[in-house]
């Protein structure tokens, strides 16, 4: 059965569709009558121009369904014609197929190379036509569901964009005095930048490249950030957060995926860095005065996920840092940025682009220019971040305002309000090779947080308890000097030693222990922290308590004295014990 359109045969399936438009563009009248009597046996409403330029004024205001084009027109030939509709035609795909009655290889290819899609003989066979029709058709519709599966796709990752944004960059603290540059080479990048004050006031900072870019590299980022904001905000030590992050991802991505990672932790006097690189470009420290690169930290540690049972502590690079000196991180889609002739930009253009910047503060300008005139139009290949740490007394100011602003969890205000009369009382001994393995800092703060509340006292009680229980174990339990780190070179020697003495480490022991009274407007409690030291002349020190100016050692007692109501030392110097004191706010 077939339907009949203007006195033509047509299809019965074609006759239920919304009917279509053909675009024929022939310089021979006889010729477009054929071929629109054909195509109108296929459905086709036909729309006809004698010229290329004719057409593509037909194009665009008629919008066809698929084009038919003669190669030999007069005004302009269907090679520019075809050239020009495919420049303004990017929303949907329309076939076009070169009317041609050469079968010369060469004149095929060079319909194919300006946009054709397929070609028609002359003269023209009805039964080709609409094989041809048909498989253009299919192609047609497939188009169609492939861009509106890439729309839907689209809107879920922009959904997924803004969570990610929510989750992961929303939490990062101190963004407007880092100078960042974070170019995602798709919607999502799987570079990631993670900055968090721990407890004691330090700025940690975590530079992250994912295996690979796009929404599959930066599934990652959740589980890495969320680990890395609880585990600063307890107090962990850097190696430790480390290990926490690995051990979690290690659990959750996929073989084949990893998490390379720069880990800087930025001392709050601004007096030294903890840097850790996991399979990154290298760190580089540059000098506040000259710019110039002072000391390059590489890598000495695999990826994050790839051994679950990673050590980082032993990994650790420390170094004395002056205020107004920079710390850089690049993630290796700088360096292996391309320009349109398959070049690398590299380290040494980098570095060039480091000595041209007119000052230390200037960094990611310069380099961010350089790289732009390198690439010019080149397509991205990678996510390509950079991050400027400077060693500037802004960078931890904004610590006291976040602080200031942060609200008391619902959960502590009941703890506080339900422990107002109770008093708590706890021990933590470490022994042996567990000190070498343990920071017993978080576990007590938690404990306490956990009893008691006490969330605005939070920095306070952890500063304490970690110049106490550093103090017993550097000095009391491994011996060292402290004034060994009153210059550069004694504070590298300083903790060089102290590595090597923890990892020897046997015996010894270093006891904990906590007790508070809490009332109605506040309380105390008592830390007493006892090691297996041979103690220390406590009276003699205590006439020559350090300023808490001095350059890079001896602030500890001056810190703790400041922060209690009282501290003492029980003879013979290897125990000590703290009253802190608290009014409810």
Same mark, same amino acid.
């Given at each position: 059965?077939?339907?009949?359109?203007?006195? =033509?045969?047509?299809?019965?399936?074609?006759?239920?569709?919304?009917? *279509?438009?053909? #675009?024929?563009?022939?310089?021979? #009248?006889?010729?477009?009558?054929?071929?629109?009597?054909?195509?109108?046996?296929?459905?086709?409403?036909?729309?006809?121009?004698?010229?290329?330029?004719?057409?593509?004024?037909?194009?665009?205001? /008629?919008?066809?369904?698929?084009? +038919?084009?003669?190669?030999?027109?007069?005004?302009?030939?269907?090679?520019?014609?075809?050239?020009?509709?495919?420049?303004?035609?990017?929303?949907?795909?329309?076939?076009?197929? +070169?009317?041609?009655?050469?079968?010369?290889?060469?004149?095929?290819?060079?319909?194919?190379?300006?946009?054709?899609?397929? !070609?028609?003989?002359?003269?023209?066979?009805?039964?080709?036509?609409?094989?041809?029709?048909?498989?253009?058709?299919?192609?047609?519709?497939?188009?169609?569901?492939?861009?509106?599966? =890439?729309?839907?796709?689209? *809107?879920?990752?922009?959904?997924?964009?803004?969570?990610?944004?929510?989750?992961?960059?929303?939490?990062?603290?101190?963004?407007?005095?880092?100078?960042?540059?974070?170019?995602?080479?798709?919607?999502?990048?799987?570079?990631?930048?993670?900055?968090?004050? @721990?407890?004691?006031?330090?700025?940690?900072?975590?530079?992250?490249?994912?295996?690979?870019?796009?929404?599959?590299?930066?599934?990652?980022?959740?589980?890495?950030?969320?680990? !890395?904001?609880?585990?600063?905000? *307890?107090?962990?030590?850097?190696?430790?957060?480390?290990?926490?992050?690995?051990?979690?991802?290690?659990?959750?991505?996929?073989?084949?995926? +990893?998490?390379?990672?720069?880990?800087?932790?930025?001392?709050?006097?601004?007096?030294?860095?903890?840097?850790?690189?996991?399979?990154?470009?290298?760190?580089?420290?540059?000098?506040?005065?000259?710019?110039?690169?002072?000391?390059?930290?590489?890598? &000495?540690?695999?990826?994050?996920?790839?051994?679950?049972?990673?050590?980082?502590?032993?990994?650790?690079?420390?170094?004395?840092?002056?205020?107004?000196?920079?710390?850089?991180?690049?993630?290796?889609?700088?360096?292996? @940025?391309?320009?349109?002739? /398959?070049? =690398?930009?590299?380290?040494?253009?980098?570095?060039?682009?480091?000595? %041209?910047?007119?000052?230390?503060?200037?960094?990611?300008?310069?380099?961010?220019?350089?790289?732009? %005139?390198?690439?010019?139009?080149?397509?991205?290949?990678?996510?390509?971040?950079?991050?400027?740490?400077?060693?500037?007394?802004?960078?931890?100011?904004?610590?006291?305002?976040?602080?200031?602003?942060?609200?008391?969890?619902?959960?502590?205000?009941? $703890?506080?309000?339900?422990?107002?009369?109770? /008093?708590?009382?706890? &021990?933590?001994?470490?022994?042996?090779?567990?000190?070498?393995?343990?920071?017993?800092?978080?576990?007590?703060?938690?404990?306490?947080?956990?009893?008691?509340?006490?969330?605005?006292?939070?920095?306070? #009680?952890?500063?304490?308890?970690?110049?106490?229980?550093?103090? %017993?174990?550097?000095?009391?339990?491994?011996?060292?000097?402290?004034?060994?780190? /009153? &210059?550069?070179?004694?504070? &590298?020697? =300083? +903790?060089?030693?102290?590595?090597?003495?923890?990892?020897?480490?046997?015996?010894?022991?270093?006891?904990?222990?906590?007790?508070?009274?809490?009332?109605?407007?506040?309380?105390?409690?008592?830390?007493?922290?006892?090691?297996?030291?041979?103690? !220390?002349?406590?009276?003699? !020190?205590?006439?020559?308590?350090?300023?808490?100016?001095?350059?890079?050692?001896?602030?500890?007692?001056?810190?703790?004295?400041?922060? $209690?109501?009282?501290?003492?030392?029980?003879?013979?110097?290897?125990?000590?014990?703290?009253?802190?004191?608290?009014?409810?706010?």
């Amino acid at each position: 059965m077939h339907a009949v359109n203007n006195g =033509y045969p047509v299809d019965n399936k074609q006759s239920n569709l919304e009917t *279509k438009k053909a #675009l024929v563009v022939d310089d021979e #009248l006889s010729n477009r009558v054929i071929l629109r009597a054909l195509l109108k046996r296929s459905g086709y409403q036909v729309i006809e121009a004698d010229d290329g330029a004719s057409a593509l004024a037909l194009f665009r205001s /008629q919008l066809p369904d698929i084009v +038919f084009m003669d190669v030999m027109m007069p005004v302009m030939d269907g090679h520019e014609a075809v050239r020009r509709i495919r420049a303004i035609e990017t929303s949907r795909f329309v076939p076009v197929v +070169f009317l041609t009655a050469s079968s010369d290889e060469k004149v095929l290819m060079r319909c194919i190379e300006v946009g054709g899609d397929d !070609f028609l003989t002359k003269p023209f066979s009805h039964t080709v036509l609409r094989a041809k029709v048909r498989s253009l058709e299919r192609i047609s519709r497939l188009h169609d569901k492939l861009g509106s599966l =890439y729309s839907r796709m689209k *809107k879920d990752e922009e959904m997924a964009e803004g969570v990610f944004s929510n989750a992961v960059v929303a939490g990062n603290v101190a963004m407007e005095h880092l100078p960042v540059l974070l170019q995602p080479a798709e919607v999502f990048s799987g570079d990631v930048l993670l900055t968090a004050y @721990a407890p004691s006031g330090d700025l940690n900072v975590i530079m992250g490249d994912f295996t690979g870019h796009g929404l599959a590299a930066a599934i990652g980022a959740l589980p890495a950030s969320e680990a !890395f904001r609880a585990m600063t905000s *307890k107090g962990f030590a850097p190696h430790q957060i480390l290990a926490g992050i690995n051990q979690k991802l290690h659990k959750l991505l996929p073989t084949g995926v +990893f998490f390379a990672v720069q880990f800087v932790s930025l001392n709050r006097q601004l007096k030294h860095i903890t840097v850790f690189n996991c399979g990154m470009p290298d760190v580089l420290l540059i000098d506040g005065k000259s710019g110039a690169i002072k000391k390059r930290f590489v890598s &000495t540690n695999l990826p994050l996920s790839i051994d679950p049972a990673s050590s980082y502590e032993e990994t650790m690079q420390m170094e004395v840092v002056s205020q107004g000196d920079h710390l850089l991180l690049v993630s290796d889609g700088v360096l292996e @940025a391309r320009n349109p002739e /398959q070049q =690398y930009f590299g380290g040494e253009r980098l570095e060039k682009a480091i000595s %041209a910047a007119p000052s230390p503060d200037r960094l990611i300008d310069e380099i961010s220019h350089s790289l732009r %005139a390198f690439c010019l139009d080149a397509p991205q290949d990678d996510d390509i971040s950079l991050v400027d740490i400077p060693c500037q007394p802004e960078l931890m100011a904004e610590l006291s305002k976040g602080r200031a602003a942060e609200p008391v969890p619902r959960q502590q205000q009941l $703890c506080e309000e339900s422990s107002l009369n109770d /008093q708590m009382e706890f &021990t933590i001994t470490l022994s042996g090779a567990r000190l070498r393995e343990t920071d017993p800092v978080p576990l007590a703060i938690n404990h306490i947080q956990e009893m008691l509340g006490l969330h605005s006292h939070r920095r306070p #009680l952890f500063t304490i308890l970690t110049e106490l229980y550093i103090n %017993a174990l550097d000095h009391g339990v491994l011996r060292l000097q402290s004034n060994l780190k /009153q &210059t550069a070179e004694g504070f &590298t020697r =300083y +903790f060089s030693e102290r590595e090597a003495r923890l990892e020897s480490l046997a015996d010894g022991y270093i006891k904990i222990h906590i007790s508070a009274s809490p009332s109605a407007n506040g309380g105390k409690m008592n830390i007493e922290v006892e090691d297996s030291g041979v103690g !220390f002349d406590f009276n003699q !020190f205590a006439q020559k308590i350090p300023s808490q100016e001095t350059l890079l050692s001896g602030r500890g007692l001056s810190l703790v004295t400041g922060l $209690c109501e009282s501290v003492e030392f029980i003879s013979p110097g290897n125990r000590v014990k703290a009253v802190f004191a608290w009014r409810n706010e």
